[in-house]
């Protein structure tokens, strides 16, 4: 049977090491501001389809939890090598770049994805200007 009280520890836990993630990485804060914008593009813009809605999730997900890895990674190496070797510089440098990759893989899709919606009104407001 399902402990309501034990699923509830563990879903603190978990928000606690989402807060800890926040508090101590920078990178992390700035990836879920930028979620914060898709998220609130994608509630102004009632134009999206469902799956335009569900990639853009998938990909925001994707930065964050593949974030929380990579800190996972560098707290892990520095506790078995906690003087800079190339091996743990290396390690830090492939989870950084999985990171880097997966981010302008979403800014890619965020683009694709955002900018038919937003050309048509774009457009208009740059004419109401310069007109």
Not at 31 to 38: E, H, K, R
Request: proline share 4%; no cysteine.
């Amino acid at each position: 049977m399902i402990s309501m009280k034990r699923f509830w520890k563990s879903f603190q836990h978990a928000v606690r090491g989402i807060v800890s993630i926040a508090e101590e990485e920078q990178s992390f804060r700035l990836q879920m501001l930028a979620a914060g914008v898709v998220f609130g593009l994608m509630i102004v813009m009632p134009t999206l389809q469902i799956w335009e809605r569900v990639a853009l999730t998938l990909m925001v997900v994707a930065v964050l939890v593949l974030e929380i890895v990579n800190s996972i990674f560098e707290r892990l190496a520095d506790a078995v090598e906690p003087r800079v070797s190339p091996m743990v510089k290396e390690i830090k440098d492939m989870m950084a770049g999985a990171v880097l990759l997966t981010a302008i893989a979403s800014v890619l899709v965020g683009y694709l994805i955002f900018w038919p919606h937003m050309a048509p009104t774009l457009t208009a407001l740059w004419k109401a200007i310069v007109l």
